[in-house]
Every structure is written in C-alpha cells, then in structure tokens.
C-alpha cells in the first residue's frame, strides 16, 4: 500500500528553514561579514578619531581570516549537508499538485447565477462526453463523473444552491474540529 508522505517534507522543509536561516547567518555570514573581528574589542569602534580608527583598521587586517579555522570548516560542511538535505525536501514538495476545490458552477461550466434550464443543459452535455462507458481508456473517468453529477445535484437544488453559496458546504453549515494525537503514556 502506498502512503501519501508529502506532508513529511513540507514539515520537514518548513523546520529545517526555520533553523537553518538563523543558523547560517550567526555561524557564517556574520562572522565573514565583519571580518572576523568576533575575537576583537570591538568597543574601539565607537570612537571615531584619527588613532583609534586606525587601531581598528590594523587589528582588522591582523585578524581578517582568522575564523577560517577547523571548526568554522567543519560548521560549514554541517550547514552545506543541512541545506542540500533541505534542498531535496524542498524538490519533492514542489511538483506536488494543490488539492482541487469543488466549485459546482465552474465545473459544469455555467454561471454562479445560472438557471436550472442552463444547469441541465450543461450537465447532460457533459455526462455525454465524460460518462465512463465513452471513455474506457481513462481511469478517471468515474471520478470526473461523480463529481459532475454531484455539482449538478448541488445546482439544482435550492436549498443545497443556497447552502453551498453561503458556506461552501452543501449540507449547510459544518462543524471543524482539530485534534492532536499523543502518546499513551501523556
């Protein structure tokens, strides 16, 4: 049996950015943006005469690579296996096609505001072109049958019309509710 595992990697995406982001700016960019001056007494820099700025200018070329050490190569590394893992997330997530929305009037190709005379005319030119028995090469001929009779159904009665106007529900309106799954022992 097939399971639908997409929601793995569009968890796992979201987290690993969430952290990676952060992550990757305090652990390499900062430190190469301010040329590794981290390890110096950066309090020299509030002082803008002519002796401390070039104390400053002196003790940042003394240290310019200094955090290009084993650690700062190995933190690399790190990141660069983090980011391509969350690259190959990020692939597996995009080709995947948003769920479909069910929207009776657009599906019988007629207006919102459609007559019932207009609806049927539609939906009995679609059921012949789309009925199962006309398409024995399409598997998904059956679902696209469903769905058509039931738009038809929904425009065609009233109450299920204005329901489905009001709430985007048929059956009027739904009750939500969410649920968390724990452990036993929780």
Not at 79 to 105: G, R
Request: positive net charge.
């Amino acid at each position: 049996m097939d399971y639908d595992d997409s929601a793995f990697y569009y968890f796992s995406t979201a987290v690993m950015s969430a952290f990676l982001v952060p992550v990757t700016y305090n652990m390499i960019i900062k430190p190469v943006i301010n040329g590794g001056d981290i390890t110096i007494n950066t309090s020299l820099r509030q002082c803008k005469c002519h002796h401390c700025v070039d104390r400053m200018a002196n003790r940042l070329k003394a240290f310019k690579f200094k955090y290009i050490n084993k650690w700062f190569l190995l933190k690399l590394a790190i990141l660069s296996i983090m980011w391509y893992t969350n690259f190959a997330c990020f692939n597996m997530v995009k080709d995947i096609e948003p769920l479909k929305t069910f929207i009776p009037h657009e599906l019988l190709g007629v207006e919102e505001n459609a007559s019932v005379k207009d609806v049927k005319r539609a939906y009995r030119k679609l059921s012949r072109e789309k009925h199962p028995d006309k398409n024995p090469d399409n598997p998904e001929a059956v679902n696209e049958f469903i769905q058509i009779t039931k738009a038809y159904t929904i425009m065609t009665d009233e109450t299920a019309r204005d329901n489905f106007l009001k709430y985007g529900n048929p059956d009027g309106k739904g009750s939500f509710a969410v649920g968390i799954a724990l452990p036993n022992f929780l």
